[in-house]
Nanobody, 118 residues
Framework: QVQLAESGGGLVQVGGSLNLSCTAS????????MAWYRQTPGNEREEVAH???????TYAPSVKGRFTISRDNPKMTLYLQMNNLKPEDTAVYFC????????????WGEGIRVTVSS
């Protein structure tokens, strides 16, 4: 069984920073792709940032230049450094991983809330 434990969310003022972490545990042979998603009420979950096993990163246009995704492979941990936060960044953030050689994410965290107050 694989579990993803997210931490680092909370309440922050506009312009502030947060650093989200997500640690995987369980029966994992290898983690390929890892990503952060976010979701607000009434909206679909959107991908915020993505990182491959080789460290190649991609970002949603709305966060590019403000957010940085990184991973620590030996620790099986994913990070999301969020700077210059805006009210529109308020959402529940989910980490996700792909442990297969194909397809999309196959394991998801339970989500962590980030609230940016103006």
């Amino acid at each position: 069984q694989v579990q993803l434990a997210e931490s680092g969310g909370g309440l922050v003022q506009v312009g502030g920073s947060l650093n989200l972490s997500c640690t995987a545990s369980g029966n994992i042979f290898r983690i390929n792709q890892m990503a952060w998603y976010r979701q607000t009420p009434g909206n679909e979950r959107e991908e915020v940032a993505h990182i491959t096993s080789g460290g190649v990163t991609t970002y949603a246009p709305s966060v590019k230049g403000r957010f940085t995704i990184s991973r620590d492979n030996p620790k099986m941990t994913l990070y999301l450094q969020m700077n210059n936060l805006k009210p529109e960044d308020t959402a529940v953030y989910f980490c996700a991983i792909n442990t297969r050689a194909y397809g999309g994410m196959n394991y998801w965290g339970e989500g962590i809330r980030v609230t940016v107050s103006s």
